[in-house]
Antibody, heavy 118, light 111 residues
Framework: QVQLVESGGGVVLPGRSLRLSCAASGFTFSNSAMHWVRQAPGKGLEWMAVISYDGTNKFYTDSLKGRFTISRDNSKNTLYLQMNSLRAEDTAVYYC???????????WGQGTLVTVSS | QSALTQPASVSGSPGQSITISCTGTSSDVGGYNYVSWYQQHPGKAPKLMIYEVSHRPSGVSNRFSGSKSDNTASLTISGLQAEDEAAYYCSSYTTSSTLVVFGGGTKLTVL
């Protein structure tokens, strides 16, 4: 069955960097676009970024451009999110999701919590 | 502020039907049939319930249905059950630079 397992979350100081990973199994990772979505405590879902199946196309929500980078390694079935210059407002659970059509997020991981705090 | 507008909460009694709306613009909901709906129970990951306006993934109950009229998409849940109590989010493709937008979410309470 499809499994998406996020890792790399934790507590980080403001201004520092963090890289999240999402290990995929149970489907053909190299055929699927992949998304990152986050959810601040007690808030709704916020779409963050998507990367095409081969990594050549990437889209980001406007508020993240320049600070966060989505990437993938199809040889390792792994999706990444590099987060730089972290701020308190980046505190959230970060989910990865697969997409058989680019904008339909059909399977989701369990999420990893990132807390930005001094 | 979310790009798509949903009511903050809806409620219904077991066995009843409820409808959750999701209002956007011609640049997203109204212009394309790429509206999805997700269910999220507290502390859990979201789950896809409806895609491309009205299609149900395998395994999703046929009590869940989706539709769209102009710039507003709707999720209808018939025969409400206690397990349906959750938050529901709509999303849509958008022609803005971001590609995907979510609604603010609707908390469904089964009375």
């Amino acid at each position: 069955q499809v499994q998406l397992v996020e890792s790399g979350g934790g507590v980080v100081l403001p201004g520092r960097s963090l890289r999240l990973s999402c290990a995929a199994s149970g489907f053909t990772f190299s055929n699927s676009a992949m998304h990152w979505v986050r959810q601040a405590p007690g808030k709704g879902l916020e779409w963050m970024a998507v990367i095409s199946y081969d990594g050549t196309n990437k889209f980001y929500t406007d508020s993240l451009k320049g600070r966060f980078t989505i990437s993938r390694d199809n040889s390792k079935n792994t999706l990444y999110l590099q987060m730089n210059s972290l701020r308190a407002e980046d505190t959230a659970v970060y989910y990865c999701a697969s997409a058989t059509t680019v904008t339909t997020l059909d399977y989701w991981g369990q999420g990893t919590l990132v807390t930005v705090s001094s | 502020q979310s790009a798509l507008t949903q009511p903050a909460s809806v409620s219904g009694s077991p066995g009843q039907s409820i409808t959750i709306s999701c209002t956007g613009t011609s640049s997203d909901v109204g212009g394309y049939n790429y509206v999805s709906w997700y269910q999220q129970h507290p502390g859990k990951a979201p789950k896809l319930m409806i895609y491309e306006v009205s299609h149900r993934p395998s395994g999703v109950s046929n009590r869940f249905s989706g539709s769209k009229s102009d710039n507003t998409a709707s999720l209808t849940i018939s025969g409400l059950q206690a397990e349906d109590e959750a938050a529901y989010y709509c999303s849509s493709y958008t022609t803005s630079s971001t590609l995907v937008v979510f609604g603010g979410g609707t908390k469904l309470t089964v009375l």
